[in-house]
């Protein structure tokens, strides 16, 4: 008899999200964490996931729906998302909300911070401080609420367990000791490959060198064991770059992806804007990352007071990375730029916003013009997480290249592939953790079933 009736390999937002959902339908679940007091990349993020058609967004007169997502998200990947990932995501991501709050009993809100490219209307959920860190301690709580789910930390995952041409459980290792955890289902929930340098080389060499800003346990380990079952792995040159990343010295923090959407411009070390600042994020971190010398993100008082309602702002303010409250003289000389430049470059930056003339930069989208007192850090580019994973079905269930499923093995999050498309461009806000709570969800569904 097997001990478990799913193991889940990866306590992360997939992770624990399907761990509950497979407890509500009254399955035996076992939950590895190779390492609780590790932040994963769900406490890493800003706290923002996508659902389209919610009960919060009704409430607020918000106007959208899972097909309005999709046709956001085809629009933004040149429709290079497979259709069934796609339908599954967009319309499971609505279905997690409610869960998380029905179900897990997670205070969900939707987020009005900010207009954030790619998504024609508003629809960022978060819980109150619009944090990560909050939601993964959240999600444990709920997960350590439920007698049928063991949490397991400081259980290192080193290999699946197959009998009879199917997955059969896991190996496991810790505390010294080596054991084999057998279930009829596993979810692999691990993460990508984000911090296994090797695997970064190989399918996306132009982000090798990025600096990695998400979790160290995403070494990728769960898509090569994938891999050497047969599944297919689609869009593995596909990321989410993070183009604020706030680092001085020894400290690195995210200021998170709104300060565009709320007027913020960048200059690099001449003074000069270097790239239209409401393209996409990983679209604008290659651009940063270009930049001799670094690069500064400029914003007034009006972007910092809303800015300061998400959690990684939050975080870089607490952490004294962000310079504030005087003028363009001050704002040059603390960051070492030509003053007569930069002021002509944030009066240019002013005037598109005021609407007199078209910026040759391409930028289409701007708040008001920016005015003092301002604040400003230095930016530099990194790696957020890897969105090239398994193709699954609607059930979470790992595919081959024909289309078959392999036995009782189940993806979700960075194992599984994203609904971002090949390549950078296709990364937008939220849809990250929507791609991880819509198909943690249905994993758990199919364990449970």
Known sequence: MADWDLVVVGAGAAGMLGALRAEAG???VALLERDAAASSNLA????????????????????????????????????????LLLRSVTEGAREAAHFLADVAGLPIHLSRTAHFPGHSAPRLHATPAESGTELCALL?????????????????????????????????????????????WVLLANGGFGGGAELRARYMPEAAAALHVGSGASDGRGIGWMQRLGAALLCMDSYQGQPHLCREGQGAERLGAALPALGAVM??????????EDMGPSELTAHVLAQPGGAVEIWDAAAQEAALRQGPFRAAVEAGLIWGGGGVAALAARFGLPEQTLAQTLAEAAGFARGEGTDPLGRTRWAAPLAAPL????????????????????????????????PGLL?????????????????VPGNGLAQSFALGLAAGATAAG
């Open 411 to 427: 993806a979700a999050g960075g194992t599984a592939c994203g609904v971002s498309g090949p390549g950078a461009a296709g990364y």
């Open 140 to 184: 444990r709580a709920a997960v350590r609420r439920r007698a049928r789910i063991t949490w397991m930390d400081g259980a290192d995952a080193t290999g699946l367990l197959t009998e009879g041409g199917r997955v059969a459980g896991v190996e496991v290792s810790g505390q010294g000791t080596r054991r084999s955890l057998a279930a009829p």
């Open 44 to 83: 890493l993020s800003g706290g923002l996931f996508s659902a389209a058609g919610s009960r919060w967004q009704q409430a607020a007169g918000v106007e959208d729906s899972p097909a309005r997502f999709a046709a956001d998200i085809a629009e933004k990947t040149a429709n290079r998302v497979p259709p």
């Open 267 to 276: 200059v690099n070390a001449t003074g000069h804007r270097f790239a239209a």
């Open 375 to 406: 604040f400003a850090a230095a930016i530099t580019g990194g790696l957020a997480h890897t969105q090239g994973g398994a193709l699954v079905d609607a059930g979470a269930r790992v595919l081959r290249p024909d289309g078959s499923a392999i």
């Open 26 to 28: 009254g399955a035996r």
